[in-house]
T-cell receptor
Framework: GDSVTQMEGPVTLSEEAFLTINCTYT??????LFWYVQYPGEGLQLLLK?????DKGSNKGFEATYRKETTSFHLEKGSVQVSDSAVYFC?????????????FGAGTRLTVKP | GAGVSQSPRYKVAKRGQDVALRCDPI?????LFWYQQALGQGPEFLTY????????KSGLPSDRFFAERPEGSVSTLKIQRTQQEDSAVYLC????????????FGPGTRLLVL
């Protein structure tokens, strides 16, 4: 079935370090891909998304490129801040009228130390 | 504007007790989703409404779980005869229309069954 596999955490980085969180997907159709972030005590927030191959989603210095050939949507940021500490979820949603739900990865906890 | 709200934020129940979890979606949002998030995992789909119609309940884990949205806005997820394995965070999300990809999540209700 359709699923998302993301890099296991936790990930601990120093401030200003480069971040990569890997995400790969399996889907029978043509999914849209998302990264959601969950800050402590808060709900999931959409961080960025891409709806077709080669699209790049970006927000708050984070980027991810939809790679159909490698079925990947890795999250990157050039210089992380302490405030980026959170749990990051990769997710997909099929552009299928009959499909109503999103499929999430297990989440990757990021801790950024000053 | 106001986001998705959920209440209560925390609920402790004794095994066998019935619980009701409430979701107030963003005003005007047609689609409403419920997810279950176990500790250390990503959210998993439970059920989906379009207005007052429950179009997909394939993710509900047992017949003890019941959801309704009688007037097409507020939704209630009810769990009867709670079991310890029901302990999780229950997330509600809404989107403006069925085909819209971006779902907006509430903060969740953390349910602990003792």
């Amino acid at each position: 079935g359709d699923s998302v596999t993301q890099m296991e955490g936790p990930v601990t980085l120093s401030e200003e370090a480069f971040l990569t969180i890997n995400c790969t997907y399996t889907a029978t159709g043509y999914p849209s891909l998302f990264w959601y972030v969950q800050y402590p005590g808060e709900g999931l927030q959409l961080l960025l998304k891409a709806t077709k191959a080669d699209d790049k989603g970006s927000n708050k210095g984070f980027e991810a490129t939809y790679r159909k050939e490698t079925t990947s949507f890795h999250l990157e940021k050039g210089s992380v801040q302490v405030s980026d500490s959170a749990v990051y979820f990769c997710a997909l949603r099929l552009l299928d009228y009959n499909n109503n739900d999103m499929r999430f990865g297990a989440g990757t906890r990021l801790t950024v130390k000053p | 504007g106001a986001g998705v709200s959920q209440s209560p934020r925390y609920k402790v129940a004794k095994r066998g007790q019935d619980v009701a979890l409430r979701c107030d979606p963003i005003s005007g949002h047609v689609s409403l989703f419920w997810y279950q998030q176990a500790l250390g995992q990503g959210p998993e789909f439970l059920t989906y409404f379009q207005n007052e119609a429950q179009l997909d309940k394939s993710g509900l884990p047992s017949d003890r779980f019941f959801a309704e949205r009688p007037e097409g806005s507020v939704s209630t997820l009810k769990i009867q005869r709670t079991q310890q394995e029901d302990s999780a965070v229950y997330l509600c999300a809404s989107s403006f229309y069925r085909g819209q990809e971006t779902q907006y999540f509430g903060p969740g209700t953390r349910l602990l069954v003792l």
